[in-house]
C-alpha cells in the first residue's frame, strides 16, 4: 500500500520558475526523503530531512516537514528543463527496515 | 563502486515461460529490495532482504514470484509461469537501514514485457 500521496499528480510549469509538490503520510516516521526518477530510469536520492528538522535546504532544493500535518514539502527554485522527471517522497515503514513511496508528482519544465 | 546493478535491462518473453531477474547489490549494504513499478499500481515493495535473508515478502503478487539471495552480491527474482500482467518495470535497491536515515540506491531497472 502506498504510504505517501504526492500532490499534484503532474505539473507543468516554464523554466525559471519555482516546482511545489507536496507528499502527505499516513503513520509516524522518524525521516522522509524525496527522489527523483527521469524517464527509463532509477530512482536517485535527493534529499532526507529527520522528523526533529522542519526545513532543509540542499542547493536549489527546499524541503519542509510538517510532523503535526503529516506532511512535506519539496520546492524547486529557479527550475530548468533538466528537472523534468517524476519526484517521489517515500518514509521508512515496517520497523524503520523498508522504504515507501507515494504516487509521484510528474514535473514538466518547458524551454 | 559501480551502484546496483540489474540484468537483463530489458526482458521479451512469451506467456507461460519463466523470467529470471538479477541484482547485484552495493559492497556493503545489508538491505536488498525489489520493487516494481506500473502506471497503475506505482511503485510497489515486493520483499525485502536483511543480511540474505528474506524479511517481508507480503508484497509478493502470487506463489508464481519467488526471491532469493544466496549471498551477499547477488539476488534474483524469477516468475514462473510468467502472464502479461506481470509486465512492468521491476527495480532492485540497496541500503543500510532506513530508520537510521540512510537512502536507497536504485539499480537502472529491468523492463519486463509479457506477450
Known amino acids: 500500500s502506498q504510504q505517501g500521496e504526492e500532490d499534484p499528480q503532474a505539473l507543468s510549469i516554464q523554466e525559471g520558475e519555482n516546482a511545489t509538490m507536496n507528499c502527505s503520510y499516513k503513520t509516524s516516521i522518524n525521516n522522509l526523503q524525496w527522489y527523483r526518477q527521469n524517464s527509463g530510469r532509477g530512482l536517485v536520492h535527493l534529499i532526507l530531512i529527520r522528523s526533529n528538522e522542519r526545513e532543509k535546504h540542499s542547493g536549489r532544493l527546499r524541503v519542509t516537514l510538517d510532523t503535526s500535518k503529516k506532511s512535506s514539502s519539496l520546492l524547486i527554485t529557479a527550475s530548468r528543463a533538466a528537472d523534468t522527471a517524476s519526484y517521489f517522497c517515500?518514509?521508512?515503514?515496517?520497523?524503520?527496515?523498508?522504504?515507501?513511496f507515494g504516487t509521484g508528482t510528474q514535473l514538466k519544465v518547458e524551454l | 563502486d559501480a551502484g546496483v546493478i540489474q540484468s537483463p535491462r530489458h526482458e521479451v518473453t512469451e506467456m507461460g515461460q519463466e523470467v529470471t531477474l538479477r541484482c547485484k547489490p552495493i559492497?556493503?549494504?545489508?538491505?536488498l529490495f525489489w520493487y516494481r513499478q506500473t502506471m497503475m499500481r506505482g511503485l510497489e515493495l515486493l520483499i525485502y532482504f536483511n543480511n540474505n535473508v528474506p524479511i517481508d515478502d507480503s508484497g509478493m503478487p502470487e506463489d508464481r514470484f519467488s526471491a532469493k539471495m544466496p549471498n551477499a552480491s547477488f539476488s534474483t527474482l524469477k516468475i514462473q509461469p510468467s502472464e502479461p500482467r506481470d509486465s512492468a518495470v521491476y527495480f532492485c535497491?540497496?541500503?543500510?537501514?532506513f530508520g537510521k536515515g540512510t537512502e536507497a540506491f536504485f539499480g537502472q531497472g529491468t523492463r519486463l514485457t509479457v506477450v
Open positions: 535497491a540497496s541500503s543500510l537501514a
Open positions: 517515500a518514509t521508512p515503514s515496517g520497523g524503520g527496515n523498508k522504504l515507501t
Open positions: 559492497s556493503g549494504h545489508d538491505y
